[in-house]
């Protein structure tokens, strides 16, 4: 899938595209354990991993993980057609007019990630009770239900926020887009920092290492995949809207 979609916007740089997606989570993924590790190491604890372990996991991602992922890419580009526009566009870029303070960058990226966290926002905590508490989750079936109500306020919200975008003549919409759901990420970790510090009794330099450094790595996931999906429901919008046009 992705390398059908690196064939479409990418162009002739697909390889550096493909590098970069096998690097994109899995570098910050071992960067951060290793440094999770360490601390334990330095505290004697008895979950660090031995040397050997960490050295035998970063092959496997080496000699699988990463040859797999640039397969998969050049098996999706060759079997994917060429972007086709759904309607005539200029290669002279047009000139965007002066935005008002609620159409800048820093508005859209609070109000794009401010919704969607409301619709989880109460489900947090009972998440964050069983990660990092003592209480056991079981309600799985809501959580199935507040996932996809969330998958479903990204892609709308994405989708007002492109067209109001568009609405006033400024075309820059896909870096946006990206940080329309995936801005969510800063409100989950601002609420890991309020967790942290009056809901939990943890302390410590190994505990508040462990709780920021897992905290980080699970916003920045969020980031990717509700960054992807707004990406995605704002890219399939346009491409409908301007097929009208076209057709009108």
């Known amino acids: 899938f992705y390398g059908k979609l690196t064939n479409k916007s990418a162009g002739d740089k697909w390889v550096r595209s493909i590098i970069l997606t096998s690097c994109l989570f899995t570098l910050p993924l071992f960067t951060v354990w290793l440094i999770i590790n360490a601390v334990h190491w330095y505290a004697g604890s008895t979950q660090a991993l031995p040397l050997t372990t960490m050295i035998l996991l970063i092959f496997i991602w080496i000699l699988v993980g990463f040859p797999l992922t640039v397969i998969g890419g050049i098996f999706g580009r060759n079997t994917s057609s060429e972007f086709n526009a759904p309607c005539r566009t200029s290669t002279t870029e047009r000139e965007v007019p002066p935005q008002p303070w609620y159409r800048m960058f820093g508005f859209h ?38 996932f996809l109500i969330l998958l479903s306020v990204s892609a709308c919200v994405s989708v007002a926020l492109t067209y109001l975008q568009l609405s ?24 890991g ?44 919008f346009i491409r409908y809207i301007y097929h009208n046009l076209k057709m009108d």
Do not use: H
């Open 109 to 146: 990226l609070i109000l794009g990630g401010f919704l969607p966290f409301s619709s989880i926002s109460v489900e947090l905590y009972y998440i964050f009770a069983t990660v990092w508490g003592r209480e056991q989750y079981t309600l799985y079936g809501i959580l199935m239900i507040v």
């Open 168 to 191: 006033n003549e400024d075309w820059r919409w896909w870096w946006r887009s990206i940080f329309s759901a995936g801005s969510i990420a800063f409100f989950v970790f601002g609420y």
């Open 193 to 236: 920092c309020f967790y942290y510090w009056k809901r939990s009794n943890m302390f410590g330099i190994l505990q508040t290492v462990e709780f920021f450094g897992y905290l980080g790595l699970t916003c920045y996931g969020f980031f990717l995949t509700l960054g992807s999906f707004s990406f995605f429901s704002s890219f399939r």
